[in-house]
């Protein structure tokens, strides 16, 4: 059974820093391609960050230079850095992990808070 436990959500000051972990279990992880996504109220979920099995990283605009997306193949861990917070990136987080030959997994969700 494949599961997603993500942590490190919470309330932090504008120009801040937060770190998301996700840990998945009962995955073959390291054949896997990840990502975290957010979703805001009244806004469409988007793709924040994505790193695939081979390392390749992608980020959205808005977070590049800010944000920075890893991975522990040995440990089952999808990781993302938050730095210099605004209050823009205020969402739902949710960890996203999509093996080779079976459908994607999603976590439940985090919520990231900034305020001013």
């Known amino acids: 059974q494949v599961q997603l436990v993500e942590s490190g959500g919470g309330l932090v000051q504008a120009g801040g820093s937060l770190s998301l972990t996700c840990a998945a279990s009962?995955?073959?992880?390291?054949?896997?391609?990840t990502a975290w996504y957010r979703q805001a109220p009244g806004k469409q979920r988007e793709l924040v960050a994505g790193?695939?099995?081979?390392?390749?990283?992608n980020y959205a605009d808005s977070v590049k230079g800010r944000f920075t997306i890893s991975r522990d193949n040995s440990k089952k861990m999808l990781y993302l850095q938050m730095n210099s917070l605004k209050l823009e990136d205020t969402a739902v987080y949710y960890c996203?992990?999509?093996?080779?030959?079976?459908?994607?997994?999603w976590g439940q969700g985090t919520q990231v808070t900034v305020s001013s």
């Open positions: 996203y992990v999509n093996p080779r030959h079976s459908p994607p997994y």
């Open positions: 009962g995955i073959s992880f390291s054949l896997t391609t």
């Open positions: 790193i695939s099995s081979l390392a390749t990283t």
